[in-house]
């Protein structure tokens, strides 16, 4: 992914005035393939192309911060293959783009659970994190094992620990 000061031909002639934070949740890459007689992972694959074209153009075009929800909480339900490919091909991405958007000026934040993600994502997303923290460009928030049910559960486990124990907070 690439960042420079340039506009593209799409973008030289577009309003100055741009959001602080743009949000994108990552659905329908299945769907997308399977209706186009295509196996779900292709889906995916090009919903990674699109995120690259995103993440340049809203860099260059001076967004502060862009998250995408990426995999959901609930997403570990979809079937197993599926799952794994999603895992694979985060891995993959991550190790092929991070070098790059770090040099483009790129921070990179992670969102959501570590603890259910492979030791190879988990390692892939820290080493990312740690080499962009310093960049003051674009930030890049990536929401993966992320829900905001989960999120609510988590917080008020940590904020009752003294009090309750965190095994009586749940959804209900």
Do not use: C
């Amino acid at each position: 992914m690439t960042s420079n000061t340039k506009a593209s031909p799409r973008t030289k002639n577009l309003d100055k005035n741009v959001p602080r934070h743009v949000a994108i949740i990552m659905d329908g890459n299945g769907r997308w393939a399977v209706a186009r007689g295509l196996d779900v992972s292709e889906g995916h694959h090009a919903g990674y192309e699109n995120i690259r074209r995103v993440v340049n153009d809203f860099a260059n075009r001076g967004v502060e911060y862009l998250t995408l929800y990426a995999f959901s909480t609930e997403n570990w339900d979809r079937p197993e293959t599926e799952v794994n490919g999603i895992l694979n091909l985060a891995i993959a991405v991550i190790a092929h783009e991070a070098q790059e958007l770090h040099e483009n000026g790129v921070r990179i934040k992670h969102l959501g659970r570590v603890d259910r993600l492979s030791p190879e994502l988990r390692v892939e997303l820290e080493q990312a994190v740690e080499m962009t923290a310093g960049n003051t460009g674009l930030t890049l928030g990536i929401a993966f094992d992320y829900g905001g049910r989960a999120e609510i559960v988590q917080a008020a486990k940590r904020m009752v620990e003294e009090t309750v124990s965190p095994d009586e907070v749940d959804e209900q």
